[in-house]
Structure formats: C-alpha cells, structure tokens
C-alpha cells in the first residue's frame, strides 16, 4: 500500500491544483483532471472502500458533464475532490470518514436522476449533450437563419456543389464495401468505410441547412454505429436498407443539385420518413448473430460434409475452448491444408489492398500506347534499312538490339498501363444479383473468383452490358425457386459463380450457375420451328446449346419456359464479338449452365490475316475467318447474273469483291483466278474475293483520325513492318456495303 | 483577448467539403494563413514542414484518426503545445471524453457558427 501513496498524493495533488483555477471551458485543466481522477480510481482499488469508489466515480461522471457543457457549475467538483483528498488521507492512517457525505454525493451525482428522468425524445437529448442546452438553443436559430441566405453567395453556391458531387461519389463507394462486408462482416475498417460517408454527409448537410438529408444521413449512421458497436450484423435485411438509403440519399442529393442548377431555393421531394422509420423498426428488432462459420466454408468447398460438422459442433460444446477447425483435423474429418485454405477465405476479404494510384485521363494513356506502338515500328523500319543492314559495325547492332529491348519493354508497360482488375465489374454484378433474387423469390449466393485478372479498360466498360444480360438470364431461368431446388436434393440458395482467368493472349470470364441447366430438346424444338435447323442429328451437345445465341432464336415474346433461357441472348453474343471475343455456353441438365466468354487482353493489338487486292493491303481480323480456298468453277454461281454465290461444304454463300467496294482494281476477275476467305459476323456468312494472302501478322490498330471516323468497311488502320499503311476491315460494315450493292 | 489571427492553422479533414466549410468560417474570422490535410498522416506531414499555430481536426478520417493525431501530437516533444480542437458530431460523448482525457484543447460539435468557433477559440488561447 506504502508504493501506491506517492502515486495516490501526486493524483490529488493535480486535481486540488487544476480545480482551484478551474473555469468554465478549461478544457485541457479538466483533462488533467480527469486523467488524475483514473490514476486514483486505479491505485486505490486496493482500500477496497465503496465510499471512496462512489466518491471518484461521481467525481468524474460530474466532470464529464462539465466537459460537455451539460453542467456548468465548478464548486461541486471542487467540493468533491476536497473530501477525496480527506477520504484518502483517513484511509492510509487506517481509518473511515466520521462525516456522512451523502449530501455531496446527492449533488455530484442529482443530475444523473434529473438526467433520466428528462422527457423527449433520444434524439434531443444527444444533442443537447453536445452543445449544452443554453450553446444549442442560441446556435440553432443563427444556423438556420445563416443557411437561408445560403442559395444566394457564389462561395456557398460552390460549396453546395462541391458537396453534391462529393457525396455522390462517396455514395457510391459504398456499395462497393457492401460486398467486402457480406463476406467478412464482422471487419471493422470496411464497416468504417462505410459509416463514414454517412456520417460526414451528415455533417455537412447540418452546415448547409439540408435538414431532411441530415436526418436522413443520420438514421443511417445510427444503423451503422451498430454494426461498428457488433451490436448487429450486417447482413439480408440491413444490407438492403444500407443499399435503400444510399439510393434515396443519391435522389436527395441529386434534388438539391437540380434545384441548384435552376436557382430554385432547396426543399425535399423526396418522402424519406418511411425509410427512417423501417431502420428504426429493424434496429429495435435486430439481435446479436455470430460470425460466418467456417464449417460452412468447408462444407462449400466440399471439404466435409454437413454431417461432419453437424458432429463436430458437438463436440465442440462438450469442449467450446476447441476451434471447429481444430476438431474437425483431430477427427480426421479434414485435412489441415483444406481448413487453412477455408480460414484463408474467411479472412481474404478483410485485408484491403491499398495500392497507391494515379488518375490519369484514358486519352493520355491511348496516346502514349499509340506512341509506343509507332516506337516499336520505326524500330523494325530502322532495322531493315539497307543502309543498316549492310554496315559492318558490331557497336550499332548492339545499340539496335538494346533499343530493340528497351521499346519491347515500353510497349508491354504501356499496355499494362491500361489494364485494370475485372473486381470493379465483378462487384457492381453483387447489386443487380441482390435485386434479381430478391424480385424473383429466389436464393442466390455470389461467388467470385479471379476478381485480380486484369482487362484492358475500354472492354470493360463494353462488357458489362452483356454480363448483365447473362447474369439476369442465370438468375430468371438458370436457377430454380428454393422449394423446386429442395425437392431436386440440391441447396435452397442456388449459386452464382463469376470467374476469371488468364488463358493465352486472352481474358476468360465464367458465369456459372447450379440451377436446372438446357434442356436440349426444346432447344432442338424451338431451332427447328424458327427454321434454324433442319435435323439435330449430326449435332454435338455444345452445338446444340449454343443455338441459343443464334439471332432469331428468341424473339421478344416471353419465351422463358423454354429451355428456361434464351430472350435476346444473340445481343450477347453480337456485343462480345464487337469485342473481338467469343461466348459460348455448357451445360448440363439439371446441374446447372456455364457461359463462357473469351475476350482478347486488349483492343489495341489485333491479330490479322494480312491480304493483297491489286495494289492494296488489307487486313482481316483473323478471329472472323472460317476458312479461304481457291474456288473452282463449279462452285461459282449467280442468281439472275447479278448476286454471286459460291457453294462451300453444301452452304450457298453469297460473294463479295473487295475490289469493287473499295474502287480498287484487283488481279483476279473471276473467282477461280483468286482467292476467297470465308468469313463470319452475326451468324451470317460471306466470301470475300482477294488475291492473295500475304500471312498473319499482329498490328497495332490506330484510329484514322475524326475526318475518317464514320467510314464504313474500315475499322481503323495499321503501320505494317514496312513501315506503310495498311487498312484493317470492318467486316460488318463490309456486310452491309455488300447488300446495298 | 483578441487572438492572434496570423498563426497558419492546419485543418484536417477526409472530406474536402467540410475542409471547405471550416476553412471559411476560419477566414471569417479572420484567419487567412490555412492549410489543409486529408487525414492524420498527412497532417503530421504537414506538422514537420511547416510551422503550425492551430490544428482543427475531425474525429473520423481514414489511415490516421483524429484521436490518433491528438495523440501523436501530444507525444511528440516539437508539436505537444500546439492547440488541437476536435471538430466532433452531436452525441459524440465518449469521443469527446476521449479527446479530452488525451489532452485535447478544446472540441466543437458540428455544425457550428464562426461565433461559436470563436468562443473556443478564445477559451484555447486564454
């Protein structure tokens, strides 16, 4: 006890000093004091006295109401660390308090009654704790009146707007962090992430007298401070009213940022109460819920089985120090690399990567690609000058060689500049999978894998579209409704799984799901009455299910219940072959459909088949050719003279001249003294005439600049090794050009 | 005691709006040498370049809190006497308690007028 006398003395010591000079508003005395109060509560838990224990607690929870302006007389405090100083003295020599101090208490201490019993609502009284009943009566008025003559000054006219477009922004980034939480709900950061913006929208939205977007920010941060607090989880019905509330937050917002836009004074149209009162509801109904299992986990990656952890939850109430994990290795349920693997899982999501950026208009990016690739042509243009060549000096060729390294290099950085992670398209597929379930009465889980593959940036903005389309088609006719999936024995919540992978030159992406996969004949049915087909007989499985991307196969009308896929799904295929990729689908009956698409890294490179008509180059983007041959005379025919056909594997296939749509003179004049190359857009075939094929080559495409923008036939041009120009051919554009012909 | 208005006041807030709105009913008060950090690391950047007379930060912020700031600053022998107000939102209570336990200056609840501004200043600076 001797030890902690110094300590104690030096306590009171502090606290008699600061109370002394103690005014109203002496903030940093009042932290000394209260840090000196802790000391003393800390090192006299060992007198072991109720008396004194009450004493410094209503010491302190009288100075906390000083700190908050919720009191403002200082005597009593003063009067409270006087008797401490007493109590702590008769203490150390053994003895009481001959004085009954209950009076003091009565005082340090009456206004936690008088507080309780205050009426009115939570609300009102958090804020008076904040500012203090007189500060908040008087701030109130002059705020408001303040925020009146906001609309009028530019300053605050810009600050209006700087806070609109902040806000959204902030907005959005918060349905991004939804999905981080829905796979680790209990990570605090992300939570943060999210009650952050709510909270400062709040704020400001007090300072600029937007009264109903305040309250609105305001329940929602409530809502969240829980989450923070663990005293709810965030899950189903909270998520929703996270996403609810950002949605109409965004329309109040965009409300004001019309109204500022017209000039017109700032009133809500937007009826929020509602919403308001559904949180409130949800959060007085809302308990405690535990952490994802990893038993599940296990389960999923078909680790175990639902028995096994069945079992080992057991177990583990018999011994609850144990770890699921730990029982089911000691059982020999699991391998410890299987549940390593799943705690991995359950924790991927609650390290952040935070990578350090720079935003960079895209355009400044396409120039310097443009460059580079220019870079890496007068390179090979340098190398094969005759002049070059026939030096003799082993100092330039070795010069050559490293530039040649180094603009190899740049151009692959280059490229990579553009690149960016498939997550953010992945993430916004959570939102639209959410809605869909929810509309359709259905249970979905969303994985996803190989969010980290990056694609260049101009395709993905171009893939989420036909994304959309797939996933909507999965979700509406892949999937079966919970009950119809219970009685088939498979999982009520049915399973979307997006993946992508690198695989060669190109981006895979999957969308799977587990529901009632093709069903083959309809198909079949369908593709013979809309005259796709004749027989199915020579047809192979995948052949057949990918009828379903043919144009025509579907039409407007509502034609769900076939194959329970199939509305407008050649959009798909049309949007990805724009892209230069293909989509395909796999499926097996009742487990479920797979699409598969697979697009090229970028947009910039393209692989072509490089060909001569007459004088001129072209080039045909190689992903769109079925095949080329000479044909012979029998397979060429007309129709009336004018429309050429030419008979390839029992197909009539109408003929195209190059020469003639570009107004060029080519070599061969009849068919057989060329070439054709068959080639494929939108399901329809064409045979081009050209001369001769000069051999595949991966170009650069570069754009023709605005002045040829709108040409039809060509889709941009490409500096050859050579060093001149070739055109790249737009084979739909050549299609249509054909028919108008 | 009129305060001394050419001190450099750093504000630190993750949100520039807000940064928007302190610094204007500072300058109406007649502060003009202000600047800004978006979070607690970047303010204690700012604290080792430039001579600071004031700080007024936000309590939530990503990377570095307010609370922490208030913590580094107080530690740290070079910046421990600066003044430090923590802007807070109402019903913030423990917060503010925090604050005050780690030595804060004086705190502000949001949303608040240049008056009241200048009342804690003016307790800060006396």
């Known amino acids: 006890m001797s030890l902690n006398q110094e300590k104690i003395a030096q306590a009171l010591d502090v606290m008699a000093l600061e109370a002394v000079t103690l005014e109203k508003g002496n903030i940093p005395a009042m932290g000394n004091i209260m840090n000196a109060l802790s000391d003393l509560e800390r090192e006299t838990t060992a007198f072991q006295n109720a008396l004194l224990g009450h004493l410094i607690k209503a010491c302190k929870s009288y100075l906390e109401r000083l700190i908050l302006s919720e009191k403002e007389e200082i005597d009593p405090l003063e009067e409270g660390i006087h008797y401490l100083q007493i109590l702590c003295h008769a203490l150390a020599r053994g003895e009481g308090l001959k004085e009954d101090i209950g009076w003091l208490l009565n005082k340090l201490g009456l206004d936690k009654t008088e507080l309780a019993e ?3 609502p939570q609300a009102g009284q958090v804020r008076d704790e904040g500012g203090g009943k007189t500060e908040a009566k008087t701030e109130a008025p002059v705020a408001e009146e303040k925020a009146g003559s906001f609309g009028l000054s530019e300053e605050d006219r810009q600050i209006l707007s700087d806070f609109v477009m902040e806000a959204l922004e902030n907005l959005e980034a918060i349905e991004v962090r939804l999905i981080d939480l829905e796979q680790d709900s209990s990570n605090s950061e992300t939570i943060n992430a999210i009650f952050r913006p709510f909270h400062t929208i709040k704020g400001v939205s007090g300072f600029l007298n937007l009264g109903h977007i305040n309250k609105m920010a305001h329940s929602a941060e409530n809502m969240l401070d829980r989450a923070r607090n663990g005293k709810i989880k965030i899950e ?27 000039g017109v004074s700032q009133k809500s149209e937007v009826p929020y109460e509602p919403l308001i009162e559904r949180i409130e509801q949800v959060l007085s109904e809302q308990t405690e819920i535990g952490d994802k299992p990893l038993g599940e986990i296990l389960i999923q990656k078909g680790a175990v089985t639902s028995e096994d952890v069945q079992e080992s939850l057991a177990k583990q109430k018999e011994a609850p120090e144990k770890k699921i994990g730990e029982i089911l290795i000691e059982e020999k349920k699991a391998e410890p690399k299987e549940v390593l693997s799943a705690l991995r899982d359950q924790k991927k999501f609650s390290h952040g990567n935070i990578d350090l950026h720079v935003k960079v208009d895209t355009k400044k990016l396409d120039s310097l690609i443009d460059l580079t690739g220019e870079l890496v042509i007068n390179q090979s243009i340098l190398r094969q000058n005759q002049w070059i060549l026939g030096a003799k000096d082993q100092k330039l060729y070795h010069t050559l060689n490293q530039l040649n390294q180094i603009t190899s290099g740049l151009q692959r950085t280059a490229m990579s500049l553009r690149m960016v992670p498939i997550r953010s398209t992945f993430q916004k597929m959570v939102r639209l999978v959410r809605d869909l379930a929810k509309n359709s009465g259905k249970e979905v889980a969303l994985e996803m894998i190989g969010e980290e593959t990056e694609i260049d940036r101009n395709v993905v903005d171009e893939l989420y579209e036909p994304m959309v389309h797939m996933i909507r088609n999965a979700v509406d006719h892949g999937l079966e409704l919970p009950d ?29 799901d587990d529901g009632r996969g093709l069903n083959k004949e309809k198909i079949i049915a369908k593709a013979k009455e809309k005259r796709l087909i004749k027989e199915e007989g020579k047809m192979s499985e995948v052949d057949i299910c990918n009828l379903i991307f043919a144009p025509g196969f579907s039409t407007a009308e509502k034609v769900t219940d076939v194959s329970g896929r199939g509305v407008g799904l050649d959009v798909v295929k049309k949007a990805i072959e724009k892209l230069r990729g293909r989509v395909e689908i796999n499926s097996r009956a009742g487990q479920g459909s797979k699409f598969i698409i697979s697009l090229p890294l970028t947009l910039a490179i393209i692989e072509g088949m490089l060909v001569r008509v007459g004088k001129e180059r072209y080039i045909i983007p190689a992903l769109m050719i079925l095949e080329s041959f000479r044909p012979e005379k029998k397979q060429y025919s007309t129709v009336e003279g004018k429309a050429e056909l030419i ?8 003929l195209v001249r190059l020469d003639r749509i570009f107004g060029v003179q080519g070599d061969s004049v009849e068919p057989w003294d060329g070439l054709v190359v068959s080639v494929e857009y939108d399901g329809e075939q064409r045979c081009l005439l050209l001369d001769e094929l000069l051999g595949k080559e991966e170009v650069v495409i570069k754009s023709l600049g605005e002045g040829m923008k709108e040409i039809k036939g060509i889709a941009g041009g490409a500096i050859m090794g050579d060093g001149k120009v070739g055109l790249i051919l737009d084979i739909s554009g050549i299609f249509e050009i054909a028919a108008h012909h | 005691m009129p305060v001394d208005t050419s001190i450099k006041v750093l504000i630190v807030d993750d949100f520039a709006t807000m940064r928007r709105i302190v610094k204007g009913v500072l300058k109406q008060l007649g502060f003009n040498n202000i600047i800004e950090a978006e979070d607690g690391n970047a303010a204690l950047e700012e604290l080792r370049k430039e001579k600071i007379g004031l700080i007024v930060s936000d309590w939530n912020m990503p990377n570095m809190s ?36 780690s030595g804060v200056s004086n705190y502000i609840v949001k949303p608040f007028t240049p008056e009241t501004f200048n009342e804690k200043l003016q307790k800060v600076f006396t």
């Open chain 1, 484 to 512: 119809v999936r219970e009685q088939n024995n498979k999982d009520r919540k049915g399973t979307i799984r997006l993946q992508a992978y690198h695989r060669g030159g190109n981006i895979v992406i999957e969308i799977e």
């Open chain 1, 236 to 262: 189903g019905p909270i998520v929703d009213l996270i996403l609810e509330s950002v949605d109409l937050l965004k329309k109040m917002i965009q409300c004001v940022q019309e109204q500022l836009e017209q």
């Open chain 1, 118 to 120: 205050a009426p009115g």
């Open chain 1, 647 to 654: 008979l390839s594997r029992s197909k009539l296939i109408p």
């Open chain 2, 66 to 101: 307010g609370l922490d700031l208030l913590k580094a600053v107080r530690g740290n022998e070079q910046f421990k006497s600066i003044p430090f107000i923590m802007v807070t939102a109402e019903g913030q209570k423990e917060n503010v308690i925090e604050a005050v336990k």
